[in-house]
């Protein structure tokens, strides 16, 4: 059974530009959920969707978005890019009953400049 | 105070010997651990998945869970260079996916 995939796997970006990834979840999953990896702050957690909506929210500013779509592939979104937002970005996927674990793509790289 | 802590390390140890990483938490509600295993610029791998209080063994890692101590703990015997990863914990509550994570414990295993 392939993994979870994520594209694009590097990306660099300037401040105030706005980016899109994406996430292809293990197939029969049905929950997506977004962290943002740095080493400061370590792994945080973005958000969550399940069956095309967002179930959870982690603490961060409206310019972090995501969507999913009904295939269960989800995508998320990240407008005025600061220089903070320099980042290994995670997608894991669960089969989104809640009770069991999530298994984590390789991630994207953003590098804002 | 953050919600997990984990010691960051770094931690370098012989080939063979025993490794124990633990984390604490304050947040009661977790009822779902986990160890990550995660090597340079790559996602996290799942190592272990623990369900409240307890222990659990795979192969060379067993990972406890004592809920009233607040404590969980990773031991790894017959350590390998090939073990050498940050080891993350991390643990979440019940019907929510919404996971917090350690700040990870850096492994060397020498050989």
């Known amino acids: 059974k392939a993994g979870v995939t994520q594209t694009p796997r590097y990306l660099i970006k300037t401040r105030g530009q706005q980016v899109t990834l994406s996430c292809s979840p293990i197939?029969?999953?049905?929950?997506v959920s977004w962290y943002q990896q740095t080493p400061g702050q370590g792994l945080q957690f973005l958000f969550e969707y399940f069956s095309e909506t967002q179930r959870n929210k982690g603490n961060f500013p409206g310019r972090f978005s995501g969507r999913q779509f009904s295939n269960s592939r989800s995508e998320m979104n990240v407008s005025t890019l600061e220089l903070g937002d320099s980042a290994l970005y995670l997608c894991a996927s669960s089969i989104g009953q809640g009770q069991e674990t999530q298994y984590f793509g390789p991630g994207t790289r953003l590098l804002v400049l | 105070q953050k919600e997990v802590e984990q010691d960051p390390g770094p931690l370098s140890v012989p080939e063979g010997a025993i490794v124990s990483l633990n984390c604490t938490y304050s947040n009661s509600a977790f009822q779902y651990f986990m160890w990550y295993r995660q090597y340079s610029r790559k996602g996290p791998e799942l190592l272990m998945y623990t369900y409240s209080s307890g222990n659990k063994e795979d192969g060379r890692f067993t990972a406890q869970v004592d809920k009233s101590s607040k404590y969980i703990s990773l031991f790894i015997r017959d350590s390998q260079p090939s073990d050498s990863a940050t080891y993350l914990c991390?643990?979440?509550?019940?019907?929510?996916?919404?996971?917090?994570f350690g700040a990870g414990t850096r492994l060397t295993v020498k050989p």
């Open positions: 991390a643990m979440k509550g019940h019907n929510n996916n919404d996971m917090r």
């Open positions: 197939s029969g999953h049905r929950s």
